[in-house]
């Protein structure tokens, strides 16, 4: 996520989706994961993380990302807008379509722990465009 207008910095996580779904029962975990399929059907366990603008600390908001209109209803409209039409943009949709297939993969494939993570796509590695990363953890 690029920083919006007035400075303010968001990125999502799916960071407390993997360690639930790890706390889960696998038959359970499956069951979830099969549900997703539309690159929206994330928003809805994608957590915001936004970021100290003092130290740049990374912190998670309290909020997913299908709630976000709620949580920003005090921001300037050029937040607002930045935001919706980041969310909506194909970049995102891709993103997120991407992330679905990961999880689909490590959840009902059976590639426990065979995959990097996090997952984010454009380059090779173990799970196409994989390559590892910082992870947030509360």
Same mark, same amino acid.
């Given at each position: 996520?690029?920083?919006?207008?007035?400075?303010?910095? $968001?990125e999502?996580?799916?960071?407390?989706? !993997?360690?639930?779904?790890?706390?889960?029962?696998?038959?359970?975990?499956?069951? $979830?994961?099969?549900?997703?399929?539309?690159?929206?059907?994330?928003?809805?366990?994608?957590?915001? =993380? !936004?970021?100290?603008?003092?130290?740049?600390?990374?912190?998670?908001?309290?909020? =997913?990302?299908?709630?976000?209109?709620?949580?920003?209803?005090?921001?300037?409209?050029?937040?607002?807008?930045?935001?919706?039409?980041?969310?909506?943009?194909?970049?995102?949709?891709?993103?997120?379509?991407?992330a $679905?297939?990961y999880?689909?993969?490590? =959840?009902?494939?059976?590639?426990?722990?065979?995959?990097?993570?996090?997952?984010?796509?454009? !380059? +090779? +590695?173990?799970?196409? +465009?994989?390559?590892?990363?910082?992870?947030?953890?509360?």
């Amino acid at each position: 996520m690029p920083v919006l207008p007035s400075g303010r910095r $968001i990125e999502f996580s799916l960071d407390r989706f !993997h360690a639930l779904l790890g706390r889960m029962d696998t038959r359970r975990a499956q069951e $979830i994961v099969a549900t997703l399929s539309d690159p929206d059907d994330l928003l809805f366990v994608l957590d915001a =993380v !936004h970021f100290g603008r003092d130290d740049g600390a990374p912190f998670f908001a309290d909020y =997913v990302a299908a709630d976000w209109k709620a949580y920003a209803a005090e921001w300037c409209a050029a937040d607002r807008e930045a935001l919706k039409a980041w969310l909506a943009s194909a970049e995102a949709h891709r993103n997120r379509a991407e992330a $679905i297939a990961y999880i689909r993969a490590l =959840v009902l494939d059976g590639h426990r722990g065979a995959l990097s993570y996090p997952y984010v796509i454009s !380059h +090779g +590695g173990a799970y196409p +465009g994989a390559h590892s990363g910082s992870l947030l953890r509360q």
